[in-house]
């Protein structure tokens, strides 16, 4: 069975409605600092509307910068065909999240990301 575009369109704004939150979606760039060194930014590729859902997996354990941290994983739900890839980073609620697995289906009504947030 196909979908209509007209159809399509619509089933994509009611399924915004349910999204509640807003967030900032940014990806990691390298720039030259007065010195000339090459140094990672964040730059903002939009703000669009969220919701943030545990994502049922339990917490790992992971190392960073000699500590053990637990990551928590998180689902975000964006609207479809929100530009986003895997390692870019979410901001929302006070919440950092790095996105892990970013799904995208054909006549996808929603874009689901799978994100770490770590403690």
């Known amino acids: 069975m196909s979908i209509g575009a007209g159809e399509l369109t ?3 704004r009611e399924a915004e409605r ?4 807003v967030c900032v979606l940014e990806r990691k760039t390298t ?3 007065e010195q000339g060194y090459e140094v990672e930014t964040w730059a903002t590729l939009s703000t669009v509307a969220c919701r943030v859902a545990d994502s049922g997996l339990s917490p790992t354990e992971r190392l960073i910068a000699d500590q053990l941290r637990a990551t928590v994983s998180v689902v975000v739900t964006l609207p479809a065909l929100t530009a986003i890839d895997e390692e870019d980073r979410i ?4 919440r950092t999240l790095e996105a892990v697995h970013v799904g995208v289906r054909s006549n996808e009504i929603i874009r689901r990301c799978l994100c ?3 403690s």
């Open 31 to 33: 720039a030259r600092d």
């Open 91 to 94: 901001t929302t609620g006070g």
């Open 18 to 21: 349910f999204l509640p939150d």
């Open 116 to 118: 770490s947030e770590v």
């Open 10 to 12: 619509e089933l994509r």
